[in-house]
């Protein structure tokens, strides 16, 4: 319950990672009682009522006031005007309370206290409902939080905190734990819903590590050829045509798996609306020199990877590769592997052009380039920040500029890989380099750990001003 505009829709949205639900900037956007069960595992399992807010406020008050002898006062209530046309909004409203459900009142905490507010406040606290107050600062004020704080405290059990914009999965299960305190009754349903999210959750990262690591195994065992008759290569100019095809395709091949490992990371966690930040590394190319630079290893620790995987730095193909299959100095020099700007020049893959029988096969992959299975987990877990952490009810808004509080843009200017232990990223390249020869690798057991590990830290901490990345 609340004021018109406190954000009731988005914290319902958020508890409930519904991203469906009509949020809007204008006032009055619900104008009926919804319900939203929370469904895991095909059981609803709690109930969440997002209503319109009173209509009447100060009659009710006073009927209210005037039937204190009442041992019931919401179920009295809608008794004794069920029928009242002028009632009917508060009736509805109502209604779930007298059948039991408990309150949670949503508060603009940047809006100055009105007699109105009171009267609320009041008139909740007459429900005898177990209620919580939940302080939603929809801007940067704070001047008037210790005024609500001190109403609130004498008129409801529990005062939180907690921002629908920004609330994480763990501020969530901190808000239903808080839940429970406020009437013992609920404590089992609560720890029943608490447990069962925090499963679904463990299940998503579990999930999640599938999806990324299937990611990181097709990327580095793709390979892309094209084959020609000889008869119809006339020049060169065809040979460099064709290898810089097959380059494009090679990286729209790598582009595509991205996207749906991403599109897979985001139904994980349950988002079917995505605006993503335009400044976000996310919107990058994942070839361009941004994404090479942000993301992945630093400098010393790709020296370091890299001399570890045998890779000599250097533009282009392999120089002997190509003359020994086709013994022709001219292939000598092209750039047929496209190269990651940000990698000190190194090849992402090796081009091979064999002649037999008339045709000549031009294949291009796997991957070689150290560095780049680095970047492509690491961006993978910048997606998932953002699919942990960016509530669904800043996603449902559907605003431009979806945030009146500015972001506190610690602009981190390097990658989650980055941080690894050494040993981690030893581990990873290992891994990398058994998928590439197309081993099944003893390092993929570590592998998983180490980044369900890392989707774990997303989850625990505010990883948020990360995703700025
Ligand atoms: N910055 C910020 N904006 C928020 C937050 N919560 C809600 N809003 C915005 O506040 C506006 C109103 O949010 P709603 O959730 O529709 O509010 P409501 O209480 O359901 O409003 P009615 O249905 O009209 O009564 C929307 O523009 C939201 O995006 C928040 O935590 N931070
Ligand atoms: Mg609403």
């Known amino acids: 319950m609340g004021h018109p505009n406190a954000g009731k829709s988005s914290i319902v949205a958020t508890l409930t990672e519904n991203d469906r639900i009509d949020i809007d900037q204008r006032a009055g956007t619900?104008?009926?009682?919804?319900?939203?069960?929370?469904?895991?595992?095909?059981?609803?399992?709690?109930?969440?009522?997002?209503?319109?807010?009173?209509?009447?406020?100060?009659?009710i008050l006073e009927w209210f006031q005037q039937h204190l002898n009442e041992?019931?006062?919401?179920?009295?209530?809608?008794?004794?005007?069920?029928?009242?046309?002028?009632?009917?909004?508060?009736?509805?409203?109502?209604?779930?309370?007298?059948?039991?459900?408990?309150?949670?009142?949503?508060?603009?905490?940047?809006?100055?206290?009105?007699?109105?507010d009171r009267t609320e406040m009041e008139l909740l606290r007459l429900t005898g409902r177990p209620r919580m107050a939940v302080l939603n600062n929809l801007s940067t004020h704070q001047k008037y939080n210790q005024d609500w704080q001190d109403a609130l405290n004498k008129a409801f059990n529990s005062v939180r905190e907690f921002n629908a914009h920004r609330a994480t999965?763990?501020?969530?299960?901190?808000?239903?734990?808080?839940?429970?305190?406020?009437?013992?009754?609920?404590?089992?349903?609560?720890?029943?819903?608490?447990?069962?999210?925090?499963?679904?959750?463990?299940?998503?990262?579990?999930?999640?590590?599938?999806?990324?690591?299937?990611?990181?195994?097709?990327?580095?065992?793709?390979?892309?050829?094209?084959?020609?008759?000889?008869?119809?290569?006339?020049?060169?100019?065809?040979?460099?045509?064709?290898?810089?095809?097959?380059?494009?395709?090679?990286?729209?091949?790598?582009?595509?798996?991205?996207?749906?490992?991403?599109?897979?990371?985001?139904?994980?966690?349950?988002?079917?609306?995505?605006?993503?930040?335009?400044?976000?590394?996310?919107?990058?190319d994942l070839f361009s020199n941004e994404v090479g630079r942000a993301l992945g290893l630093n400098r010393t620790q790709r020296m370091l990877i890299g001399a570890a995987a045998g890779v000599t730095a250097g533009v282009g193909i392999d120089v002997s590769l190509v003359g020994a299959s086709l013994g022709l100095g001219m292939m000598i020099g092209a750039t047929a592997g496209g190269v990651i700007g940000a990698l000190g020049g190194?090849?992402?893959?090796?081009?091979?052009?064999?002649?037999?029988?008339?045709?000549?096969?031009?294949?291009?992959?796997?991957?070689?380039?150290?560095?780049?299975?680095?970047?492509?987990?690491?961006?993978?877990?910048?997606?998932?920040?953002?699919?942990?952490?960016?509530?669904?009810?800043?996603?449902?808004?559907?605003?431009?500029?979806?945030?009146?509080?500015?972001?506190?843009?610690?602009?981190?200017?390097?990658?989650?890989?980055?941080?690894?232990?050494?040993?981690?990223?030893?581990?990873?390249m290992r891994f990398f380099t058994d998928v590439r020869r197309g081993k099944d690798s003893q390092y993929e057991d570590s592998c998983r750990t180490i980044i369900a590990d890392m989707l774990r830290d997303l989850s625990d901490n505010r990883i948020d001003s990360r995703t700025n990345l």
């Open 30 to 59: 619900t104008t009926r009682s919804d319900h939203y069960p929370v469904i895991i595992d095909g059981q609803p399992i709690i109930e969440f009522i997002d209503t319109p807010g009173f209509q009447n406020p100060s009659a």
């Open 71 to 116: 041992p019931d006062l919401p179920r009295a209530f809608v008794a004794a005007h069920r029928t009242d046309a002028l009632f009917s909004h508060d009736c509805a409203l109502l209604k779930p309370v007298a059948d039991g459900a408990g309150i949670i009142l949503v508060i603009d905490g940047s809006k100055r206290i009105k007699e109105k």
């Open 346 to 428: 190194a090849a992402l893959a090796k081009i091979d052009i064999q002649r037999t029988l008339g045709v000549e096969r031009f294949s291009l992959g796997p991957v070689t380039n150290p560095h780049f299975p680095f970047i492509l987990l690491d961006r993978s877990v910048l997606y998932c920040a953002r699919a942990m952490n960016w509530s669904h009810g800043r996603k449902a808004a559907n605003e431009l500029a979806p945030d009146r509080v500015p972001d506190k843009a610690i602009k981190k200017q390097h990658g989650f890989a980055e941080e690894l232990t050494t040993e981690q990223q030893r581990l990873l």
């Open 169 to 284: 999965y763990a501020e969530r299960i901190s808000l239903l734990n808080a839940l429970k305190s406020i009437d013992q009754r609920w404590e089992p349903q609560l720890n029943t819903t608490i447990e069962a999210f925090e499963r679904d959750w463990e299940r998503r990262i579990h999930h999640t590590v599938m999806t990324i690591l299937s990611l990181l195994k097709q990327a580095l065992t793709l390979r892309v050829t094209h084959v020609v008759r000889v008869t119809e290569l006339r020049s060169d100019r065809e040979r460099q045509a064709i290898q810089t095809r097959l380059q494009q395709r090679f990286q729209d091949e790598l582009r595509q798996l991205e996207l749906e490992a991403h599109k897979q990371i985001r139904v994980h966690f349950k988002h079917h609306v995505w605006h993503a930040a335009p400044d976000s590394i996310l919107q990058k």
